[in-house]
């Protein structure tokens, strides 16, 4: 089950890192996808720069405006709301749907060629189809 958390604005880089820790902390979360505006690479940009999620570092390459979750259950959506009115007092809506496919795609095909069966399926719906493929995306992997 997926679903997306829609603030009411878009987060800074400082409200980004202490929601993505404090989901990080639910147990029925699966996977995670931050969705928004790619930020410019410059320096100068403050909301640009390395985040700390689960102790490792993160580039924050875009302004958060959605985050995307796949989830073990409905019971697990209290737990995220209550970690939203702490992180989000201006607002958000939450959203139950399909949001981050599941299988590999045509376009797949067409973006990794002979090389989509070496694409890890936790990275399948993850990424940005238009990044290079170094900037794609960062796996941080849950202890068990």
């Known amino acids: 089950m997926d679903i997306e ?13 202490r929601l993505l820790n404090d989901l990080d902390k639910v147990a029925g979360v699966k996977r995670m996808v931050l969705h928004g505006q790619r930020l410019p ?3 100068g940009n403050p909301d640009r720069r390395i ?3 689960k102790g490792e570092e993160v ?8 985050v995307l ?13 209550e970690i939203c009115e702490d992180n989000l007092p201006f607002g958000y809506n939450i959203h139950m749907g399909l949001f981050i496919r599941k299988q590999k795609t ?5 973006k990794y060629g002979d090389k989509l069966d070496e694409v890890p399926e936790e990275m399948i719906g993850l990424t940005d189809q238009n990044a290079k493929l170094s900037e794609r995306a960062k796996i941080l992997k849950r202890k068990k």
């Not at 979750?69 to 709301?81: A, K, L, Q, V």
């Open 106 to 110: 045509v376009t797949d095909q067409i």
């Open 5 to 17: 958390i829609f603030p009411h604005r878009l987060l800074s880089a400082d409200t980004t890192e």
């Open 51 to 53: 985040i700390i999620v």
């Open 59 to 66: 580039d924050l390459q875009v302004k958060t405006g959605r």
């Open 41 to 43: 690479p410059e320096a």
């Open 69 to 81: 979750m796949e989830i073990d259950g409905e019971e697990t959506i209290d737990e995220i709301r």
